[in-house]
């Protein structure tokens, strides 16, 4: 049975901060899109390209700010209610439940990016980070630039010190999905905090803070930098 996971960075601007990124990429069976329209309603204007195979990319070019990928995998029915369980284990934080549910899913049908994603943030969560890493790199060598992919990896590498790599990963995803706002936020604090580049977090939180104006939060770590920056 063919079914489609997708991501809808839109979904992920709504969340306060990057943790559960991963939540977002929910498996839907074929035909059976969340996003199909009914006869009544106006037509969206889209652009589709192809990120990677079967991977494509829909960014809306209707006025409303974010994407969709889509992928194309082969899931069984018993694989698909597991992934199910899976994403609500995690959703739970019940991250040791997630883990072996996601493991007969990466080595029955190694297709698809989700699992791999959902795995790492488990592994990650439960501090066994190299194995965290070693699903992260399949999901990017799979997809290269993969942003949900690329935005965990980069928190893995910000917490293991890896610094000037979690940087370099942020930037080369927001070459591609410059609109893709956790990475932006987190790429902010990283400069803020961890490398001292007051600059780069300005400028990182400005562009943040006009896609997303409703975050206080970073509205005051904004000011904050502002003024250390005498500006």
């Known amino acids: ?3 489609v996971n997708r991501l809808d960075s839109q979904r992920l601007m709504s969340w306060p901060g990057a ?3 991963t939540l977002a990429l929910v498996s839907m069976l074929s035909g059976c899109v ?3 329209q009914r006869a009544s309603e106006p037509k969206t204007k889209t652009i589709t390209r192809q990120l990677a195979g079967d991977v494509t990319v829909t960014r809306f070019e209707d006025g409303r700010q974010g994407f969709v990928i889509s992928e194309e995998v082969d899931m069984p029915g018993a694989l698909q209610r597991d992934f199910d369980t899976a994403v609500s284990f995690l959703e739970a934080k019940e991250y040791g439940q997630a883990i072996p549910l996601l493991e007969k899913i990466v080595e029955t049908s190694p297709k698809g990016t989700a699992p791999y ?3 790492a943030l488990a592994y990650r969560k439960t501090g066994k980070r190299e194995e965290a890493e070693q699903h992260l790199k399949t999901a990017l060598e799979m997809v290269p630039g993969h942003p949900v992919a690329g935005n965990e990896y980069g928190l893995l590498l910000r917490e293991s010190g890896r610094f000037a790599e979690a940087r370099q990963v942020y930037e080369q995803i927001l070459e591609t999905f410059p ?3 956790p990475v ?4 902010g604090v990283l400069c803020d905090l961890y490398l001292n580049d007051v600059q780069c977090a300005v400028r990182q939180f400005e562009l943040y803070s006009q896609a997303r104006p409703q975050d206080e939060l970073v509205k005051t770590w904004l000011s904050e930098l502002r003024l250390r920056a005498g500006q």
């Open 1 to 3: 049975m063919k079914s």
């Open 19 to 21: 943790l559960l990124v």
């Open 34 to 36: 969340v996003s199909q």
């Open 117 to 119: 994603i959902d795995l």
């Open 179 to 181: 609109e893709y706002l």
């Open 184 to 187: 932006r936020r987190n790429l």
